[in-house]
């Protein structure tokens, strides 16, 4: 996975393209929008608190909680997906104290396989290539490692938190913290083939790429070869886990452009993993991140204004540990993006500011996303809310 990409002047954590791209869309479409860390975003056309909409790490609310930790649940998801007519490789899951069975379950299905976490973020954290009973119990092992950071809210940006919590964990005999021994692991055939990712809004199948397998990144856009049938899997892979408005699909296939031959679902994603889109082309990110704000203002009950190019208003920063001299760095870090960006009020005591801001929506969503992340001053928001001029005029 790449650790950052090339945004409106400026490098992204790779972590963020989620929230930076529905914020980025929420922008064009002139809505106010209330933005906190770790990539939830609320916006709408209210002058009050903007909440039409919501999402967390582009993830709608239209996908409730309880269906994004069934997503994370890997053998239950399978389940769901094979119930619902689609086929997945061959797998089952283990825990640590049956270590033993899965290398005899790999032997049965046959070598090559992928063991992978049975819970935690999607796309799932895997260990590929396994081919012998020894590489299996070092792969449980591998994947059994916990780091503190991963029980501690906010502390880790790479897990979302919103669904599966690891709070528990053991010290095995060289002193490492690992998983308890009821957790669970995938242990799954691993298949040759072409490996096309598929994000689905709703019932479209909006944008297609074929990934790099060892990378996991898009190298092509495939969505207008895509046959017909390998949307419609990635569709029922989706519709399959109730509850889940959106989704990101892997499917593995002989050849994604044929109607024959067999095609398997490999991995169902709650989250849209935008960032392993637009390595396959910059324009992609735009193109679902649209696709999401439009899905989810449909189920709101309203209708989108047509996108602007630029955008002009009042932004709000609340939280800030120095607020006189993050007054002082955003106007300079506002010029190398490209963004025009005036203070207007400094409110040391509560550690807040208000900014006009003027700029394309992908310049202001950026400057916004790296502000609460830590990663545009040194400091960092609390919150970002930003109204349109239509809404202070």
């Known amino acids: ?16 393209f ?12 002139g809505l106010n929008v209330l933005a906190l860390p770790r990539q939830v975003l609320l916006a709408g056309r209210q002058r009050a608190v903007p909440s039409e909409v919501s999402f967390a790490h582009g993830v709608p609310e239209s996908s409730t909680v309880a269906a994004v930790t069934f997503a994370q649940d890997r053998r239950l998801r399978r389940a769901m997906v094979e119930r619902a007519g689609v086929a997945v490789p061959k797998g089952a899951t283990f825990s640590w104290r049956t270590v033993r069975s899965a290398s005899t379950f790999a032997e049965e299905i046959g070598y090559p396989v992928v063991v992978k976490e049975g819970q935690g973020e999607n796309p799932s954290r895997a260990i590929r290539g396994v081919r012998s009973a020894q590489g299996v119990a070092s792969a449980f092992h591998e994947l059994r490692l916990t780091r503190p950071e991963d029980r501690s809210p906010g502390s880790n940006p790479l897990i979302a938190g919103y669904a599966a919590t690891r709070l528990g964990f053991d010290i095995d005999d060289e002193g490492n913290e690992v998983a308890p021994l009821r957790t669970r692991f995938l242990v799954e055939k691993q298949v040759p083939g072409q490996v096309v990712r598929t994000l689905v809004c709703g019932d479209d199948a909006v944008v297609s790429v074929l990934l790099d397998d060892s990378t996991g990144l898009g190298v092509l856009d495939v969505t207008q070869q895509c046959h017909p049938r390998i949307r419609e899997i990635a569709v029922a892979a989706t519709q399959a886990t109730p509850g889940l408005a959106l989704g990101t699909v892997d499917i593995v296939s002989d050849d994604y452009r044929s109607d024959g031959g067999e095609a398997l679902v490999t991995e169902v994603s709650e989250r849209p993993r935008l960032e392993t889109y637009v390595t396959a082309g910059e324009l992609l990110g735009e193109i679902a991140s649209d696709a999401i704000i439009r899905l989810q203002a449909r189920l709101a009950g309203f209708d989108l204004s047509s996108t602007r190019t630029h ?3 009042i932004a709000l920063v609340e939280g800030l540990r120095d607020a006189e ?6 106007p300079v870090r506002a010029d190398a993006l490209g963004l025009s960006v005036q203070v207007v009020d400094i409110d040391d005591v509560l550690g807040n500011l208000r900014l006009s801001m003027s700029g394309t929506p992908s310049t202001i969503a950026a400057y916004g996303e790296l502000l609460l992340s830590g990663d545009l001053t040194t400091d960092r928001a609390s919150s970002i809310e930003f109204k349109s001029e239509d809404e202070n005029e």
């Open 1 to 16: 996975m790449t650790e950052a990409i090339g945004v409106a002047g400026s490098q992204m954590p790779a972590h963020l």
């Open 18 to 29: 989620d929230g930076y791209h529905v914020h980025r869309a929420a922008l064009a479409h």
């Open 311 to 313: 955008v002009s208003g």
């Open 325 to 330: 001299a993050t007054a002082e760095e955003l």
